[in-house]
């Protein structure tokens, strides 16, 4: 049974740094592509970033490149997503996903395993 388990998030200051931890078991976390996608209540969620099979590869939304970086440890099977210089608009419930592929996608229909999500509140 494949499982994702969170950890990090929390309460920071405008400019602040936070990291997030996405804990995979269950099945051959290295053929996989991952993704973390973040929502807010009452708006459409988003990919913000997505990392390939080997970690060779990766994609950012505009909004927070150069502040965001996925990275992945497939001999850990672990993914993470480290977040600095955060601001307000950040504010989110973010979610760690297994794309169905080894490939990157931004898609949410592409990812058929996601984390139980975890709250980053950034405040101004």
């Known amino acids: 049974q494949v499982q994702l388990v969170q950890s990090g998030g929390g309460l920071v200051q405008t400019g602040g740094s936070l990291r997030l931890s996405c804990a995979a078991s269950?099945?051959?976390?290295?053929?996989?592509?991952m993704g973390w996608f973040r929502q807010v209540p009452g708006k459409e969620g988003e990919c913000v970033a997505t990392?390939?099979?080997?970690?060779?590869?990766?994609f950012y939304v505009d909004s927070v490149k150069g502040r965001f970086s996925i990275s992945r440890d497939n001999a850990k099977n672990m993914v993470y997503q480290q977040m600095n210089s955060l601001k307000p608009e950040d504010t989110a419930i973010y979610y760690c996903?297994?794309?169905?592929?080894?490939?990157?996608?931004?898609?949410?229909?592409?990812?058929?395993?996601w984390g139980q999500g975890t709250q980053v509140t950034v405040s101004s």
């Open positions: 996903a297994q794309a169905y592929g080894n490939l990157l996608t931004i898609q949410s229909y592409e990812y058929n395993y």
């Open positions: 990392i390939n099979w080997n970690g060779c590869r990766t």
């Open positions: 269950g099945h051959t976390f290295s053929n996989y592509a």
